[in-house]
Nanobody, 115 residues
Framework: QVRLVESGGGLVQAGGSLRLSCAPSGSIDSINAMRWYRQAPGKQRELVAGITSAGRTNYADSVKGRFTISRDNAKNTVYLQMNSLKPEDTAVYYC?????????WGQGTQVTVSS
């Protein structure tokens, strides 16, 4: 069964940067939307950023101007460049991808921002 694999999480000081990556473990045809979600302890999972196959992007208000989502369609890989990180960005970050048949999730990668 194909799944998404995230990498790039870790511990960083406030004001620092991290780059998350996400790629499928196998072949997935015709991925359209790819997204990053996050879930902090005691909170609901929230959408951080999304990108369509055409490159159209959207962001949560809390990350606009600090985070950038991008993708490599040839590799079915999505990235999240996170700059000017804040302690409130601390969460498990999940990758999501969908095609016409299925939706796929990653296992999550922890991002911790210290003050």
């Amino acid at each position: 069964q194909v799944r998404l694999v995230e990498s790039g999480g870790g511990l960083v000081q406030a004001g620092g940067s991290l780059r998350l990556s996400c790629a499928p473990s196998g072949s997935i045809d015709s991925i359209n939307a790819m997204r990053w979600y996050r879930q902090a302890p005691g909170k609901q999972r929230e959408l951080v950023a999304g990108i369509t196959s055409a490159g159209r992007t959207n962001y949560a208000d809390s990350v606009k101007g600090r985070f950038t989502i991008s993708r490599d369609n040839a590799k079915n890989t999505v990235y999240l460049q996170m700059n000017s990180l804040k302690p409130e960005d601390t969460a498990v970050y999940y990758c999501y991808a969908q095609n016409l048949q299925y939706a796929y999730w990653g296992q999550g990668t922890q991002v911790t921002v210290s003050s």
